[in-house]
């Protein structure tokens, strides 16, 4: 008999390595170590974690969501804010790509290939993941996302109490999203807004007209204002405020001049009292969240899920953010003080540098007095981080 939780607990384990693949538990199935860090009896075969996995997705995938959220509640992680004093809470959808494939929900995505597209939340500058959803290639991103924003600010407000700051791409610009975001407190919002078929030309002349104009070479002038849309939702009246920038190149960075002036129109709704610089340098401070998806995507080799079945991929992808998470964790904890390996300074460390330095790092296994014992070699570099992340986290 092998326990459900041998089985998550084995499958969360071989994500950590990087591998998301069945097959991988044979290469574990005879490590004393393994086992015992994991406290489990047994590890269980590839038939095994595929039948498990499949017959209870669904109950398996709500569980590892809420020991995702109660992993960052328990520990206390660092949440650390922007100049503003707001909590940044990153939301995007992303693409797996799953081509040539006929799994459950693969469908053709917004990058023109067939696979996934799933959405998730990341809080604060280090970039704790508090949400990720799998859906169909073909759902809109808008399709179910205030449901989601719901549940996310839910989890992000267990984690950290202070202000949080939203921002999301052009995808998610509808109205029924900024009025979900008015009735929290304490949630300020930049969402991207997208002119769908705004009047560029007219856009353009009361942007020079109105707003603060620069040049920042010859051939290219930048003009940003703001101003106060109303718009009415369920019998109700709103006001956002929308800032405005424009840029009109009538020549290129060579001096080439255009047959035609190239205008460029951006917006973004926000309810920050800051001036529409900040604004601006505040949304495109979100691009760090690419790098989240790439590491989940990548580091934990979740491009292309596993299963056949839709309901055992959204498992493994739920699986994969409490990976990361837990990945993230070590990181901070074992590889940014000044016993840590050499590396550049910085605020986090890649999830794929964690295992390199955490999680490969050579020891040697003794069994001595019905007990396990890992030595280190005299010198290696990473053996006070790993001692420090062991101390902090494994019981005595």
Partial sequence: MISHADVVKTYLDLLCLGKSDFEAGAGVSSDDWFKEALDIQKVPSQE????????????FERLA??????LLERIQVPVTALSTGHVPLDLDVFCLDNSDTKKEGVSRTYQDYDGYAPIGAYLGQEGWC????????????????????????RHARKVTRKPLLVRTDAAHDALETLVEL????????????NPRRADILSWRDR??????????????????????????????TYRFWLVIRVTERI??????ILIRPDINLEGWWTSLSVPEDEVIRLYEKRGLSEQFHSEIKSDLDLERLLSGKFA????VLTLGGLAYNILRILGQTGLLAHFSPVRHRAKRRRIKTVMQELIYLAARVIRS????KLQFGRHCPAFHAFRSVYLKFCPA
């Fill in 65 to 70: 969501s809420l020991s995702n959220i109660e």
């Fill in 312 to 315: 055992t991929n959204a498992l």
């Fill in 48 to 59: 095994t974690m595929r039948q498990r996995l499949d017959k209870h997705a669904s109950v």
């Fill in 251 to 256: 020549s290129d960075s060579k001096g080439q």
């Fill in 182 to 193: 008015r009735r929290h407190p304490k949630v300020s919002f930049i969402i991207r807004w």
């Fill in 130 to 153: 508090v949400g990720l959803e799998l859906r169909p290639g073909s759902q809109h991103s808008q399709s179910g996302f205030v449901d989601f924003l719901r549940k996310t600010l």
């Fill in 369 to 372: 007095g019905r007990r396990l």
């Fill in 207 to 236: 942007a020079f007209r109105e707003g603060r104009v620069c040049e920042p070479r010859a051939g290219k002038k930048v003009a940003i204002f703001s101003t106060w849309v109303t718009r009415h939702h369920e019998e109700r």
